[in-house]
């Protein structure tokens, strides 16, 4: 089976590279709101829509125009008309669903635009070095070897924190076929709030709290920097920015080292993990205000305590946690199975009665059979079983 993956690496320009390429940025970010624009305007005034063809026919005269834009790969260019065609079918997609806010294609703003993607990159990087159309040879860290019998699809250089990054995606045949019927070992895990996950066989992974830890010392710096704007004092600005970016940056490590070391621990015990099919999305989901016909007022219905709620559920990174799974798993011919999370944690997995609770209940106590348990354990055992039925061994 084609699977398509993304290896990431650290990169050194020179300066003047570095320089070269944050050029780049600055004229990509100019194209693609001059872009965003015209789509804007030409509804406005005629009601007429601007595809992405007519944009991309657009590139060559530009290049006539601005004869700076010759600096920067065709493709690349093309790619940030991808990206805005991209922004607005996310757009009508939402707006469709109705699910969440629209949230319409931005403007991009100074330092908002971190990254190009060169769309057909074909190249595979030597030892120490990638070749790079229009800027040369950068300097690269080749920690690991693409596989073999993959091809590479793009690349995309990035810079974040004040470091530089190539991402190669490609695209092959890299999974070992599992083989159906075969696991001995199964786990079923239930993935919560107070533990990361709690698994069918009663281990659990404390939630991570990098993010709440770390915000405090976030929140001091924003307050500072405020102030730095208000006076305009832009070096104090700018440093107090770089500050923050660090911060997020290390987060964002920390965050992303504990999913592949928990996906890793997680699949060295078994063969078939089975887990619920979560819709994230829609728990991250504020809900809307209700309003108090009499007054006029609204009345709290818990946002604030859901918003507590969201925030540790993205910390926890279920999301980001669950895609790593996939393509850890498939990489090792492993087998997941996602259940409908219907009931999983209000069944009793000893005989099967309902026992409701409310989610502040830790303790999973059936009157009927005398099971006790820790709810997530017990939730866990229903989603091994539910998973165990959806393959047909149970
Ligand atoms: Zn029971």
């Known amino acids: ?135 040369g040879d950068i300097k690269i860290r080749y920690h690991r070897d693409i596989p073999n019998n993959t091809k590479i699809k793009t690349l995309t250089i990035s810079k974040e924190a004040g470091k530089w990054f190539a991402c190669f995606s490609f695209e092959g045949v890299i999974s070992n076929e599992p083989k159906p019927g075969a696991f001995t070992r199964t786990l079923g895990i239930d993935m919560g709030l107070i533990d990361f996950w709690y698994d069918s066989n009663g281990y659990s992974v404390p939630a991570p709290k990098h993010l709440r830890k770390s915000e405090k010392a976030l929140k001091k710096l924003q307050r500072k920097l405020f102030p730095a704007k208000a006076e305009q004092d832009w070096p104090r600005f700018r440093k107090l920015k770089k500050a923050l970016n660090k911060r997020h940056y290390r987060i964002k490590c920390q965050r992303n080292d504990f999913l592949q070391k928990s996906v890793n621990e997680l699949l060295d015990k078994a063969d078939l993990v089975c887990f619920e099919d979560l819709k994230i999305k829609n728990m991250l989901r504020r809900p809307k205000p209700k309003q108090n016909k009499k007054t006029g007022g609204f009345l709290p219905n818990g946002a604030s305590a859901k918003a507590g709620l969201n925030k540790s559920i993205s910390d926890a990174g279920w999301g980001k946690f669950l895609s790593i799974l996939k393509y850890k798993a498939h990489g090792l011919g492993k087998e997941l199975a996602a259940v409908k999370p219907h009931y999983t944690s209000q069944k009793c997995s000893g005989c099967g009665e309902m026992v409701k609770k409310a989610l502040s209940v830790r303790t999973h106590k059936c009157l009927h059979c005398g099971l006790v348990l820790n709810r997530d354990h017990n939730a866990a055992i229903n989603i091994l079983r539910l998973g165990l039925q959806s393959q047909g061994l149970a």
């Open 1 to 135: 089976m084609n699977t398509t993956m993304a290896y990431k690496y650290r990169m050194y320009p020179t300066k003047s590279q570095a320089s070269r390429l944050e050029n780049q940025f600055s004229m990509c970010r100019h194209l693609y709101n001059w872009n965003l624009e015209e789509r804007i305007n030409a509804y406005k005034e005629h009601g007429k829509t601007v595809s992405y063809n007519q944009q991309q026919n657009a590139l060559p005269g530009l290049k006539k125009e601005r004869p700076w834009f010759k600096s920067v790969h065709s493709q690349v260019l093309q790619d940030v008309l991808r990206r805005l065609d991209r922004a607005y079918d996310a757009f009508f997609r939402r707006v469709k669903q109705g699910t969440e806010a629209p949230g319409f294609p931005r403007i991009k703003h100074f330092g908002e635009w971190n990254s190009i993607t060169y769309p057909q990159y074909k190249e595979i990087p030597a030892v120490d070095h990638i070749k790079v159309s229009k800027i």
